[in-house]
């Protein structure tokens, strides 16, 4: 999908928060929390969680922790993208669900690892299910969320621990976890050291109860960034050009082509057109691996040639 940064806000020391919207402003696919997106900005393709609330039909909102360490994706992002800016998303995907049979919900964050947390504390509370929140941070400085979060901390639900830089003097994991309350799931979400103390932590909890998400996986390969590209109708011979940040479907259509589009945004199939010579850069959510031999979704994807001859 080819969404617009609508605004970046400040969340905390190093974290900022991207709301991504729809350029015409349609709804986009519905995400449940816990899901996250991939998101391919200065030719890094990067896995970020939604925290916005599940309900929102109109738009995905992320936080991006600038790392040190960083080989170019979150730099980027801190420095280079703003708003009006148009990024590739991919659509929402989900391996750290809400068990909606549990009886209760202990939710552990570390750094970072509250923003898939978020979506699912707005979601709980939604549904007044009986939840507990710990949140791990160096200092408050570097808490995001703290404003958000306050109500629920002063309901007594939610606890923020700093440890100034020093775990041994931060949150005591084993002693939250020594003992598994029947009915209770467990959820964590965090950087590394973070989350292989949970894991020892939880041992002895059963496998089911257990729900886990690393706030970073291994390195995503390198892409290249998009470039202009030419199609060419092989029945019409129309030849165009299409741009970086344009698609086909619009190129076509604002020089009369009669394109047929519903979604354009990859995932309905209304756009399925055949093409002839070439090599597409499927960007579809639909299309198997057999139908891309022939076929292709004109609303989304683009040309790894620099000429696509399509049967128009």
Not at 34 to 54: K, M, P, V
Not at 84 to 110: K, Q, T, W, Y
Not at 145 to 171: M, V, W, Y
Request: net charge neutral.
């Amino acid at each position: 999908m080819q969404l617009r940064v609508r605004s970046i806000t400040y969340l905390a020391e190093a974290i900022k928060s991207y709301e991504l919207v729809d350029p015409r402003g349609r709804d986009l696919p519905r995400f449940a929390p816990g899901a996250h997106i991939e998101l391919r900005a200065g030719g890094f393709l990067r896995r970020y969680s939604l925290w916005n609330d599940a309900a929102e039909r109109r738009r995905y909102c992320i936080a991006v922790l600038r790392e040190d360490a960083s080989r170019g994706g979150s730099r980027y992002l801190h420095e280079d993208v703003r708003a009006g800016d148009i990024v590739e998303v991919s659509m929402p995907r989900n391996d750290f669900p809400v068990d909606a049979a549990a009886e209760r919900h202990l939710l552990i964050a570390g750094g970072i690892g509250i923003a898939p947390i978020m979506s699912m504390v707005t979601e709980l509370r939604r549904r007044s299910a009986e939840l507990e929140v710990h949140y791990c941070t160096r200092s408050p400085e570097r808490t995001a969320f703290r404003r958000e979060l306050a109500p629920l901390a002063a309901e007594g639900r939610l606890c923020f621990h700093h440890d100034g830089g020093d775990p041994a003097q931060g949150f005591d994991v084993t002693a939250i976890l020594r003992r598994a309350r029947p009915g209770t799931h467990l959820y964590f979400c965090g950087p590394a050291p973070f989350m292989a103390a949970a894991m020892e932590a939880a041992r002895d909890w059963p496998t089911r109860t257990i729900h886990y998400e690393y706030f970073t996986g291994a390195p995503e390969p390198e892409v290249t960034e998009d470039r202009p590209f030419r199609v060419q109708l092989a029945k019409s011979g129309g030849d165009y050009e299409i741009g970086v940040g344009e698609t086909i479907a619009e190129v076509l259509r604002r020089h009369g082509v009669a394109v047929r589009t519903s979604c354009e945004l990859g995932y309905c199939g209304a756009c399925l057109t055949p093409y002839l010579a070439g090599e597409p850069d499927h960007r579809d959510q639909v299309l198997e691996e057999k139908e891309r031999r022939h076929y292709m979704l004109i609303c989304c994807s683009r040309a790894k040639t620099p000429v696509l001859v399509l049967d128009l």
